[in-house]
């Protein structure tokens, strides 16, 4: 069975620290995995998708790596900002299982 | 840009009461989804369509019945509502199905069932 797990359940950074979220999963025979962001009482937004094939992808200041051998990925925010503050969710897409799997998401607050 | 909309924002229902939550997208979307969120887990997908004309159980599909109305609809129906589908519930789309496709997500309905 596929899972996903995120440590840590919530974090708090002074503004402008460089900082790393972390996603695993146990099966590593996926074909892709997100990261998504969510604000308090809103949808997701998709951050970056990552194909099984890559090793990482980046947007802005934001940087998604992923290891498909040790079931890691994790997302890089460097130089964050209050702006930054929400809830972070990986979710991976597994062809034997045939659905996006998420994990129960990282709480962010950037504080000035 | 629309993307995907939702409605109700809100409700609150009775034990044993039905309704159907209405999702739409305008972005020419082959696949819709429903979530549902509860604290402290993941989403957990309910039904999904892959395309017009299909309809799929995910993860937790009982309770539950969805309608893929056309191209841009898709809506969930509770028949008999129960105080463990209580939840947020999320409609989603992507171009084609989520194999490698970004998925976008409506703003939710919180659903309060006493």
């Known amino acids: 069975k596929q899972e996903v797990t995120q440590i840590p359940a919530a974090l708090s950074v002074p503004e402008g620290e460089n900082l790393v979220l972390n996603c695993s999963f146990t099966d590593s025979a996926i074909y892709n995995l997100q990261w998504f962001r969510q604000d308090p009482g809103k949808g997701l937004t998709s951050l970056l998708l990552i194909q099984s094939s890559q090793r990482e992808q980046t947007s802005g200041r934001l940087n998604a790596s992923l290891d498909k051998s040790s079931g890691r990925s994790t997302l890089y925010i460097a130089a964050s900002q209050p702006g930054d503050s929400a809830t972070y969710l990986c979710a991976v897409f597994s062809g034997g299982y045939n659905k996006l799997i998420f994990g129960a998401g990282t709480r962010l607050a950037v504080h000035p | 840009n629309a993307g995907v909309t939702q409605t109700p924002k809100f409700q609150v229902l009775k034990t044993g009461q039905s309704m159907t939550l209405q999702c739409a997208q305008d972005?020419?979307?082959?696949?819709m989804y429903w979530y549902r969120q509860d604290p402290g887990m993941g989403l957990r997908l309910i039904y999904y369509?892959?395309?017009?004309?299909?309809?799929d159980k995910g993860e937790v599909p009982n309770g539950y019945n969805v309608s893929r109305l056309n191209k841009r609809e898709f809506s969930l129906r509770l028949e008999s509502a129960a105080p463990s589908q209580t939840s947020v519930y999320f409609c989603a789309s992507s171009e084609g199905y989520a194999t490698n496709e970004k998925l976008f997500f409506g703003s939710g309905t919180q659903l309060s069932v006493l």
């Open positions: 369509s892959a395309s017009e004309g299909t309809t």
């Open positions: 972005m020419n979307h082959n696949s």
